[in-house]
């Protein structure tokens, strides 16, 4: 093996370490006792293991499984909202030819650079004036009108890197346009697709500012909010049991991304190709 090769892995090797330390903290603190908790030590010399009972059933009158079922519930809804709307909306731009294409296909890229704070008032006084405060529609019908441009883009290069080729033969066929999109050119964009399904799943099911603006009753709470009531300042912290549920939080995430890693990564690095 070269010594630059060496190299390479020991600094892959220390960025690693560094990268994996916050979860490793994570762990360790989900194990400890709310005394050992201010301490140095990664690990406790005793694990508590009953932390992750009390944290599961710690918010009076619920479990934490009913808080991961909202979670869910919105986030599985906004990734199929997201899929759905971004995949017609990036056909359009990528295959379609329509008066003022470009400009408006600009304009959706310069949403990119508009900070979401930018838009939180108005949205907030729109959903009030639907009576949507209060409710999880205004954290799901969103998505399903494609107002996320990264995954619009994502798939509009995505579908650019498809021959059109593919097109003209299937018109050769008589295949209509609906018929193209649908039978020829979607179905090739699983990778992408994938990777919108995995961002999306992400990012919804860790908003938290969305979650708390909109969402008033305990009811209703998802993960995120649900760890935000072990922060009482009337009360003392219980650290622990709070730490165990932070853990849990993380594992669906990780698991989304350990088992679509594969198509994930053939996602991004094809989407920058252009036909």
């Known amino acids: 093996m070269k010594l630059d090769t060496i190299y390479r892995y020991i600094v892959l090797l220390l960025g690693s370490l560094v990268m994996i330390y916050p979860v490793l903290w994570l762990v ?10 201010p301490k140095a030590q990664l690990f406790p010399s005793k694990l508590q293991w009953s932390n992750f ?82 409710t999880t529609l205004p954290l799901i019908v969103p998505h399903f009108l494609a107002v996320s441009p990264f995954f619009v883009f994502l798939i509009v290069q995505f579908i650019r890197g498809i021959p059109k080729d593919l097109d003209e033969s299937a018109k050769i066929d008589g295949c209509s346009t609906i018929g193209i ?35 008033t009753d305990t009811a209703k709470f998802t993960v995120p909010l649900a760890l935000r009531l072990f922060l009482d300042n009337t009360s003392a912290v219980t650290w622990g049991p709070m730490y165990a549920m932070a853990l849990l939080s993380v594992i669906p995430c990780f698991v989304l991304f350990l088992l679509a890693q594969k198509y994930f990564v053939e996602g991004i690095a094809t989407t920058g190709i252009k036909g």
């Open 53 to 134: 009972a009390e944290g599961w059933t710690a918010i009076p009158g619920f479990s934490f499984a009913h808080f991961f079922a909202n979670s869910f519930l919105i986030a599985v809804l906004s990734v199929i909202g997201t899929l759905l709307s971004s995949a017609l909306v990036a056909y359009g731009f990528a295959r379609l030819r329509f008066p003022l294409q470009n400009l408006w296909f600009g304009i959706l890229m310069m949403t990119l650079m508009l900070p979401a704070q930018v838009t939180l008032v108005p949205q907030y006084i729109l959903f009030k004036s639907f009576d949507w405060v209060g």
């Open 28 to 37: 360790g603190n989900a194990l400890k006792s709310n005394e050992d908790i």
């Open 181 to 215: 999109a649908f039978r020829i050119v979607l179905p090739l964009c699983t990778p992408a697709f994938i990777t919108t399904a995995i961002f999306s799943f992400i990012w919804t099911w860790d908003d938290f500012l969305g979650q708390m603006i909109y969402l």
